[in-house]
Each structure stands twice: as C-alpha cells, then as structure tokens.
C-alpha cells in the first residue's frame, strides 16, 4: 500500500519560515520523481517545486528564491524548506510521487495546511 504522508504545517506570520516533509512508503522512493504542489480556496492546484530522482530542481516563479525542495532518500523522505512566508502562500499542500515509463505511477498525500497571516 502506497502511503504519502505530509507534515510540518501550520500557522505562521508573514515573513516566517516553516518546515514540510513528505514521508513515503509502498514505493522506491530513491527512483520517484517527486513534487509538492499547493491549492489555495477557490484556485486551481498548482505546482510548486520538483525534484526529480537525480537531485534536480525545479521552482514555480512565485517561490523561487524562497522555498527550497530537497529529498533524503535513506529516509524515503522529501521536505520543502519556505521561508518569507506571505499571505499568498496560504494554501493546503500536497506532496507527489511520479515514475513515468514502464511501471509508471502517480501519487498523492492528502495535504497539509499551511497559513500565513499576522
């Protein structure tokens, strides 16, 4: 059984930093393209940050300079670092594991809020 289970959410004022990870079991994390997206109330979901199972990176302009997407594959965990938080990243975010090709998947967590507001 696939389980993608999102953490590290919460409450927190503009201009602060919060923490998530993305902890996975039931697939081979360490060749999992994976990504964390977001869908705020009333909006579309939308991509947010990639890592693909080579390491590489890739950030939606909104975040750029301000999130950073990392993966640790003993730990079949990945984690997305925000920092400079605003009101416009409020939003319910939700982890994604892909493998394209032979055998390909996609998966998803069932999300973590995340609320920036003083």
Known sequence: QVQLVESGG???Q???SLRL???ASGIIFSISDMAWYR???GKQRELVATITSRSSTNYADSVKGRFTISR???KNTM???MNSLKPADTAVYYCNARRYGFGAYNYWGQGTQVTVSS
């Open 39 to 41: 869908q705020a109330p």
């Open 72 to 74: 640790d594959n003993a």
């Open 14 to 16: 503009p201009g602060g």
């Open 21 to 23: 990870s993305c902890a």
């Open 10 to 12: 919460g409450l927190v």
């Open 79 to 81: 984690y997305l670092q």
